[in-house]
């Protein structure tokens, strides 16, 4: 309990000196843009990410048998952190002189190539898992017992 207490004070103690500070140098840190940032990336999580997150788990929980939605969701959750760095280059496409060709390419049909190869290889993980689990099945149905080592002779 004291741990928790001393941690949690130490905490406190760094968020208002941060506070401080960002009101501080308000020239520099813009605490009303800040505020505004904050407020939108809660609502945006709040309302937007949380109840699609929501839907699309249920949706895959009727969709799906528990083994192969494993790989759904693995799938999914790669599609989307690969998507979450991919969406502001694809935004920003074009706004940047050519000298810049990293913002010339076409990070859309990246985008789109990444996710079909991140489900390619669920797919085939999915497939060897269950192919690993047929042949398991397969030997343990096959296992026979010790042959007795009695003998009369």
Same mark, same amino acid.
């Given at each position: ?45 709040? #309302? =937007? %990410? /949380?109840?699609?997150?929501?839907? $699309? ?11 192969? !939605? +494993? ?40 985008? #789109? =190539? %990444? /996710?079909?190869?991140?489900?390619? $290889? ?11 689990? !047929? +042949? ?18």
């Amino acid at each position: 309990m004291r741990t928790r207490l001393a941690l949690g004070t130490v905490g406190v103690t760094l968020l208002l000196f941060g506070v401080f500070r960002i009101f501080q140098n308000s020239d520099r840190t813009n605490p009303r843009g800040l505020a505004r940032w904050l407020i939108a990336a809660v609502v945006i999580h709040d #309302g =937007i %990410l /949380v109840p699609t997150t929501m839907a $699309v788990g249920f949706v895959l929980t009727h969709l799906f048998r528990p083994r192969m !939605r +494993r790989y759904v969701q693995g799938a999914l959750v790669a599609s989307g952190l690969i998507a979450i760095i991919a969406v502001p280059l694809i935004d920003r496409r074009g706004s940047q002189p050519a000298v810049k060709a990293l913002e010339q390419q076409n990070y859309g049909l990246h985008l #789109g =190539i %990444l /996710v079909v190869l991140v489900f390619g $290889v669920a797919g085939l993980a999915y497939t060897a898992q269950v192919v690993l689990d !047929r +042949r398991q099945a397969v030997n343990a149905t096959n296992v026979r017992p010790p042959a007795a080592h009695d003998s009369d002779t």
